[in-house]
């Protein structure tokens, strides 16, 4: 660039002593060789000099216009005005002018991304809100009636207490997705063998399987990872959680732990409907909802899937989502393994030695079929 621009001036230089020359010569003029060499090379300079402030003058008026533009579009950012985009002129667009005004855009692009989702997490924040509380107000007005029989009365007090319940997590999963966010949250990793953990996960969860006459086949292998066990514990909630809303009654789920290389690849598969594949990928997107009537009957807020990723994510793992070839969806988790060998002996805390020994707990087997 700036060889360029001496070569520029080197040839406006020439053509002005050229200019200077030709014109003396017109003139018919003959004084002495070295007076008329000085002559011509002062008038080629003062030629020089007039086209340069000439430049100047209009260089600068679109150095003005260029940095109006930049000062217009930053004072309408400060307003919240994001939908701005500074255009200078073509030859101005070159060198630290290019790097600031594609900064200032860049910047104000991004700006605008995070405008909309946040008023799109205000809207769904008031709508999700806004449902339980018409709910409990309607209902409450109800049970003013005097006529009432005492079932029905029972009745609306149920759903009252579903809304609430409702409203509960809502707010439980909004804070804990907040706190997660802020990079603040209590992360304490330790080896933790997914194996057995994911196992107490599926017995605990048998209530609800159960009630809904599912069968659970459960193939792991034995893995362990440096994780945090009450945060992961949330992942495997969350996912079968969902495996159970979305699979028919008589269905069945399949999880299964297998070690890849210096990962464990964690599926959980179900024989639903499956997920639309237009939803596939905004699955993980907060307030998402790929039927929303569905996950409004089950109680879903959609943040569940939000949460579970922000939480494989900072186990250094990955999570995604796709539909069977067959039926139904599968869930992929992906996490980094320890460097410990499963397995292997660690010396007890003191405080676990001193402690008595706890009733063994059910065990699951490393493949099995629940019914």
């Known amino acids: 660039m700036v060889v360029f621009t001496m070569a520029r001036v080197s040839v406006l230089l020439v053509l002005c002593w050229t200019a200077s020359f030709y014109f003396f010569e017109w003139l018919a003029w003959k004084p002495a060789p070295l007076v008329g060499q000085l002559l011509k090379s002062g008038a080629g300079f003062i030629l020089f000099g007039g086209i340069l402030y000439l430049w100047g003058r209009f260089a600068r008026r679109k150095q003005m216009e260029a940095f109006q533009a930049i000062l217009d579009a930053l004072a309408a950012i400060a307003k919240g005005d994001f939908r701005v985009s500074i255009e200078v002129p073509r030859e101005m667009n070159e060198g630290y002018m290019e790097n600031l005004v594609q900064g200032i855009n860049n910047m104000a692009a991004d700006l605008d991304k995070m405008e909309i989702l946040r008023q799109e997490f205000i809207s769904n924040v008031s709508h999700e809100i806004q449902s339980p509380l018409t709910s409990i107000g309607g209902f409450a007005r109800v049970l003013k009636d005097s006529e009432l029989t005492p ?36 992360f304490h990793p330790v080896p933790v063998r997914l194996d057995k953990q994911l196992q107490r996960v599926i017995l ?14 459960a193939q792991m292998d034995p893995a362990e990872s440096d994780a945090d066990a009450d945060l992961l514990d949330q992942v495997w909630i969350n996912l079968l959680h969902n495996a159970v809303k979305f699979t028919p009654d008589g269905g069945s789920i399949q999880i299964t732990l297998r070690r890849t290389g210096e990962e464990a690849v964690v599926t959980f598969k179900d024989t639903g409907t499956g ?41 250094g793992g990955a999570i995604a989502a796709h539909n069977d ?6 869930f992929t988790v992906t996490l980094p393994l320890s460097r410990t060998p499963p397995g292997s002996l660690r010396p007890a805390r003191p405080a676990e030695s001193a402690q008595p020994a706890k009733p063994a707990a059910p065990r699951l087997e490393q493949a099995c079929l629940i019914r």
């Open 325 to 330: 070839s067959e039926e139904g969806a599968v």
């Open 204 to 217: 605990a969860g048998e209530p609800q399987w159960s009630a809904k006459s599912l069968e659970v086949e």
């Open 275 to 315: 997920i639309p594949n237009a939803s596939l990928p905004h699955i993980f997107e907060r307030f998402y909802k790929a039927d929303p009537s569905r996950t409004r009957t089950g109680g879903g807020s959609g943040l569940g899937l939000s949460i579970s990723r922000k939480i494989v994510e900072m186990h």
């Open 151 to 186: 079932l029905q009365r029972e009745h609306y007090l149920d759903i009252i207490e579903q809304e609430s319940v409702r409203l509960s997590r809502l707010s439980d999963s909004m804070l804990k997705l907040a706190s997660l966010d802020s990079d603040k949250h209590p």
